[in-house]
């Protein structure tokens, strides 16, 4: 079984089974099965005129117009009965003759409300209770809390046509919301679902809304967040002291004389602030960069529209699905014309860059400033560089002081940050790079592996290092929590706590189980070990997990495991697991791994050749001395003559050198990203970079822009069996291809032209690795697999080779995706241990 979650769309192509209804989840032909089957007992059995049907129904079905719309159905169908949200879902009854419950059945699969996504639904034949008239039930708080949260949903068409219709009562009001949209996970305090537990508990509905709200033929039918000019938030525009200088209205009209002049203002959106300025304005894009410590990390933007967007960029139909989608994610799409060169964006926005992140508003009030300026706009995370996003008022003046020339803050509190989520199109799909507004906190559905076995215990795991997401496991469901970022800062170490607490508290779990990475430095391990030792000063909910057990995963391990959970799928795979750095079982720095195995264990079966990494950390900054090492590897002391000039001063080859002879500072590692890096430095790309996978991804693109005749074939690149290295069997030599590479390089062959064989070399080798194994099933994973050339050759070699190769869908392939792997791997090892405690 297939673990498509909430897939609005419907789109069914994706699922192995083609279900009837593209919403529902795969889980549904054997409910719906069952359901029949029932139907067809329950009229057998009985000739009384009422009969009454019981369904609990699980899966996405708070807060998206769930009850109304089993309201407005049995009302129809002139049926008696009640329906409640409660800790894991909803639960209704219909009582009314026979044919009208079957239409009941028939209907109800079919018409769900726009967003709701059913997993699961039990239904069970109950005495007729006579019951009378149609009643929406109080929201149920017994039993255990696994009822999905809902994601931030972007403005529905419906609410988008009042904010811009002068006759509505809400035309302009930066608030607007219904049951189809507006805040959720970004707002919801507690569970079960209801306002009283959201950031809007405070704000009192007026008479119109209460109306609405109240009417169950109404859009806004018990839509929480509902609010409207007279009773809702407001705007108001702040300086860096507190002041207030313009409300409502004005307050917009402010920001927008402001933005439009170049100044850099922060708005307070769904799940945190954005630092904006005008797009086009070069000195403001580069005074927002220096201000803010983020140098060449390309910038997002948002556009008020498709059309702003196709102005930009090229948008095929895939990518205007994405734009428009509830999710309304950051797409990574062309650049038109090169960045910088006319098209209404400075070059500062994504220096060097032929994509450009961009994402269409996705609450009103950012439609209102998006359709006032008509231009695009810088939307960065109101962040100071590597820390977590701004959510409060008070806090964003003061972290955002020296940034923000503004503030357009509102009185409605966000509960917890949710960052803006990005996509890349990478083989015909979506490929997230990172996942949080409009995706988070919903869950994975891992594949069939029973509940009871190792399935019973929550399992927390807490993730990698860097771009931290970590995961709560309820039975089959990995609750994924919003990105959290590099834990590099205090911020993020404290945003970090803030998440599990708060993952806790909302599940009501206590995990029994905390699964970690394998590294002992990591700040989530050092969490995770302090947290089960239970010493210092702690918060109760963290002195609830004082004596659990942990469980240490390999970082590899855990991608191939959340590459294949993300995929639904069980049992064994050759992992092509290419990333920066992990560490290894052996104690070694791993980065270009084949893993064959699954959750339950996996086997080293190749990797590449080992390099130094000289100076550790340094080497992930300075391209050159991968480069360095490579070559001498390859050369010795001759190696310094191959190297481009400039790459190294003359007096820093005594240091250097003394570090290669002795191996100071240089753990060996098998790094692909390092790979990347250090050809990228031999093209002369970079010497340094200011982010990890820059030099990699400027290799990609240099590849890209190889003219149409350039040779696309691959350079030699020998696969060898294992000399002794124990755990490999067999290695990727790089050396013949570096040898190439150096070569080809003194002749003065195009940079691109080299990057395009480097990619098809790397491609190749993975296939032939593959062939070699012969396992069927290839999945990719790991921050490299972000190329989108890179995968794309492989995934058409291989499948041309007879492979099924699985990429991420659900999860990012970088270390976002490491907390569901962890999971994956702790839940198979206590299966295991269970299977092997009653003897099977
Ligand atoms: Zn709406
Ligand atoms: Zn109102
Ligand atoms: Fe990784």
Redesign the pocket.
Known sequence: MVGTEYDHRGSVANLPIAVGVGRFAAELPADAARLRGETVEARAMTTRPLQRLRLEVRGAVQGVGFRPYVFRLAEELDLAGWVSNDQRGVTLEVEGPADHLEAFLARFPDELPPRAVVHSFEPSWLVPAELSGFAIRRSDQAGAKSAVILPDIA??G??LAELFDPADRRYLYPFT??T???PRFSFILELPYDRSRTTMADFELCPDCAREYADPRDRRFHAQPDACPRCGPQLSLDDSSGETLAVAGEALEAAVMALAAGRIVAVKGLGGFHLMVDAGDEAAVRRLRRRKGRYEKPLALMVADLEAARRLCTVDPWAARELTSPEAPIVLLPARTEVGRGGGVAAAVAPGNPFLGVMLPSTPLHHLLLRRLGIPLVATSGNLSDEPICTGNGEARERLAAIADLFLVHDRQIARHVDDSVVAFVDGGRLPIRRARGFAPLPVQLAEGGDGAGGGEAILAVGAHLKNVVALSLGRRVFLSQHIGDMETVEAHAAFEQVIGDFLRLYEATPGVIAHDLHADYLSTRWAREAVAGEGARPEWERALRGRRLIAVQHHHAHLASCLADNGVEGRALGVIWDGTGMGTDGTVWGGEFLLGEAAGFERVASLRPFPLLGGEAAVRQPRRVALALLWDLYGEGGWEKLPAGLFASRERTPFERMLDRGLQSPMTTSAGRLFDGVAALLGLRREVSFEGQAAMELEFLAGAASGTADRSPYPLDLVESTGRPGAACQLDWRAMVEAVVEEVRRGIAASTIAARFHATLAEAICSLAGRIGESRVPLSGGCFQNRRLTELCCRRLRRAGFEVLLHRQGPPNDGGISLGQVAVARARLRAENNQKIGR
Request: hydrophobic share 0%; net charge negative; proline share 0%.
């Open positions: 403005t529905c419906d609410c919301n219904c189809n949209c507006g």
